[in-house]
Nanobody, 123 residues
Framework: EVQLVESGGGLVQAGGSLTLSCEAS????????IGWFRQVPGKEREGIAC????????YYHDSIEGRFTISRDNAKNTAYLQMDYLNPEDTAVYFC????????????????WGRGTQVTVSS
């Protein structure tokens, strides 16, 4: 059974940091590009970062560039999103996803999804 399980969300003050983890099982994790998405109520799911499996190429949305870092440990079948200098606009449910793509920000490009973890940033 394919599973992606996010963890590490929570409540943090503006300026603080969180590290999200995404533990995968049931598929060849190392062969898949990992994407991190976030969604707030009433808005579409937004791709904010991805890490290509083939060459380690990364993509960051402008809104998080320089503050968030995506990484992966294939030996542990786990991906991470280090989030620094958080602000209230980062409040959302964060999802990880895995796809047989290079770099993609469209949710439809990803085959496997976690259920999400809530991140709330207070001002």
């Amino acid at each position: 059974e394919v599973q992606l399980v996010e963890s590490g969300g929570g409540l943090v003050q503006a300026g603080g940091s969180l590290t999200l983890s995404c533990e995968a099982s049931g598929f060849a994790f190392g062969a898949y590009t990992i994407g991190w998405f976030r969604q707030v109520p009433g808005k579409e799911r937004e791709g904010i970062a991805c890490l290509a499996a083939s060459d380690g190429e990364t993509y960051y949305h402008d809104s998080i560039e320089g503050r968030f870092t995506i990484s992966r440990d294939n030996a542990k079948n786990t991906a991470y999103l280090q989030m620094d200098y958080l602000n209230p606009e980062d409040t959302a449910v964060y999802f990880c996803a895995a796809g047989d793509v290079y770099i993609a920000t469209m949710p439809s490009a990803y085959a496997y999804w976690g259920r999400g973890t809530q991140v709330t940033v207070s001002s």
